[in-house]
């Protein structure tokens, strides 16, 4: 696993924070960005990533994996695994994240609102926190990722429609599209 540190010439208004976010929210990532993490982080997709069931599509933006089972039609969305189902598996024992330079557009954003302009109205950050800069264009980059990633979901739900999403073959899968 690699491992990196905040580094101190960062600005990062996390550094005096407690880390609720890191411990109360699911980090649901797009498909490209999921594949970045892969490929920068150079973690096996199933080290760190994971499918989940649990996710209100009404509350995220990104186009959900679709199965059929049972006469029922289920979401499934990637997430950032979750160590003893609360801190996020790149949480670090300093609360600082270990893979801060390659952490996620949601993780990055937080707590702007997805398009990096307005704070969420109900942000758990205890400190204030300053927008970092490239905040916006991160806001951009994830906006074309969701594109991409609803393409490939689409292609994926198609071609694998009665099958719940393994991450092994969820992750040769997206690494030819």
Aim: aromatic residues 10%; neutral net charge; glycine residues 6%.
């Amino acid at each position: 696993m690699i491992l990196m540190s905040i580094s101190p010439s960062i600005t990062n208004s996390c550094k005096s924070c407690t880390a609720r976010c890191c411990r109360g929210l699911a980090v649901v990532l797009t498909i490209p960005e999921a594949k970045r993490m892969v490929k920068d982080t150079g973690l096996q997709p199933e080290d760190f990533l994971e499918f989940s069931g649990n996710i209100d599509s009404r509350e995220t933006p990104h186009y959900p994996l679709l199965v059929q089972r049972e006469g029922k039609v289920e979401e499934y969305f990637i997430v950032i695994k979750r160590r003893r189902k609360v801190d996020c598996v790149f949480l670090g024992e300093d609360l600082a994240c270990t893979v801060y330079e390659q952490r996620p557009h949601v993780c990055r954003l937080y707590p702007f609102e997805l398009e990096g302009k307005k704070m969420k109205e109900h942000a758990l950050c205890p400190v204030k926190f300053e927008k970092e800069a490239g905040t916006e264009e991160t806001a951009a980059q994830l906006r074309k990722d969701l594109i991409d990633h609803g393409k490939i979901a689409r292609k994926w739900s198609i071609d694998y429609w009665d099958e719940i999403p393994d991450m092994k073959k969820f992750s040769e899968y997206f690494g030819s599209h």
